[in-house]
């Protein structure tokens, strides 16, 4: 894991969010994927709860942030219509005092109005410590 994240092995693949009633894509999923250099591209659910059992999970969150923030740019001069990227954020990552930091200046580089960002936040993340995560919040 430690060569993918120095090797710059991940990739960041959008889905796209639609309005079911007129079909109006509005906004894109960012999805980590692994460019494998034996096995390919790999899905998150092949590396994903590694990176979480360790502190590598920070290094990759903040990388796919940054990613993030900056194709929200992309988005926005090519394609109006997307309003929104969605990062998905572990439960380790919430806690992480440099994630509200790495954000900023993520998209204070990139000139990104912080409307058009959007992060996914699972509910354990937010039971596991209601007053930590209030406070987080706010």
Known sequence: MHD???DDQFVLHYQPQYVVESGELVGVEALVRWDHPQLGLLGSGAFVPVLEESTLIFDAGHWIMREAVQAAGRFAATMPSVKSVAINVSPKQFRDPRLVSVLRQAIKRWYIDPRR???E???????ENVDDSQYILT
């Open 4 to 6: 993918a994240i120095r």
């Open 117 to 119: 960002i959007v992060l």
């Open 121 to 127: 936040i699972t509910e354990s993340a937010l039971i």
